[in-house]
Nanobody, 118 residues
Framework: VQLQASGGGLVQAGGSLRLSCAAS????????MGWFRQAPGKERELVAH????????EYADSVKGRFTISGDNAKNAVYLEMNSLKPEDTAVYYC????????????WGQGTQVTVSS
């Protein structure tokens, strides 16, 4: 499975960005897709994810109410709509997928930089 992420960029605080991620290859093995982020000097954290079989969506507390994850199972794609962005959202965002759960990420996309200026 290959993950191709796009989107990101530089935005002012309060602005919005949209990230996209498309999976290709043996996508039938994917159970969950989502987004992680890693800020300088910090550990990588799970931002949001969606389970294909159930449609269950979960968010990190820090982004609840501001970020929306959505998916298109037919296209094997996942999107992250980020609104009301804050400087602390600045990080490299990674698309990820797993066959059983995000306790063990099986596939990573390339990171995409999101920078929020104050």
């Amino acid at each position: 499975v290959q993950l191709q992420a796009s989107g990101g960029g530089l935005v002012q605080a309060g602005g919005s960005l949209r990230l996209s991620c498309a999976a290709s290859g043996r996508t039938s093995s994917i159970y969950v897709m989502g987004w992680f982020r890693q800020a300088p000097g910090k550990e990588r954290e799970l931002v949001a994810h969606i389970r294909w079989s159930t449609g269950i969506i979960e968010y990190a507390d820090s982004v609840k109410g501001r970020f929306t994850i959505s998916g298109d199972n037919a296209k094997n794609a996942v999107y992250l709509e980020m609104n009301s962005l804050k400087p602390e959202d600045t990080a490299v965002y990674y698309c990820a997928a797993a066959r059983t759960g995000f306790g063990n990420v099986d596939y990573w996309g390339q990171g995409t930089q999101v920078t929020v200026s104050s």
